[in-house]
């Protein structure tokens, strides 16, 4: 996993619920928790794009239902600044399942709308499964 260039906001937090934009067999995911966030007692953790977060899956196949499973923040709706100066958002929150987090190789096969490049940047597999990369 790679540093970023830029700093997303972070606007995602624990309890949100986010459309899973892959074809692993999940459909909607709550996440549990970020990989390495590091906050003050009590604090509720929180994610942007291109961060690691724990999902539980609420909506999907019954043999994904009801499991804890790795997944990658790629897009989220609240605008975050590029370094070129302009600011992007997408119409929704969505991740990707992760099958092996240390190589960085998603489980589905096929991405349905756009990926912000950030995640791209940091986990280089998923730029196998894209289709467009914003």
């Known amino acids: 996993m790679k540093g970023l260039k830029s700093k997303p906001i972070k606007a995602l937090s624990t309890g949100t619920r986010v459309r899973v934009t892959d074809n692993s067999g999940a459909k909607i995911a709550e996440i549990v928790s970020v ?3 590091h906050g003050v007692k009590r604090r509720i953790d929180k994610c942007g794009v291109g ?14 239902k009801h499991k804890l499973i790795p997944c990658v923040v790629v897009r989220q709706k609240k605008e975050f600044r590029r ?20 190589k960085g190789e998603p489980k589905g096969t096929v991405v349905k ?3 912000a490049r950030e995640a791209v940047d940091r986990f280089s597999l998923l730029n196998r499964i894209a289709n467009i990369v914003v």
């Open 113 to 115: 709308g756009p990926i």
């Open 35 to 37: 990989k390495g966030y």
């Open 51 to 64: 961060d690691v977060v724990i999902c539980a899956v609420k909506v999907g196949n019954p043999e994904m």
């Open 83 to 102: 370094k070129a100066g302009y600011r992007l958002s997408f119409e929704d929150n969505a991740v990707i399942v992760m099958k092996d987090l240390e």
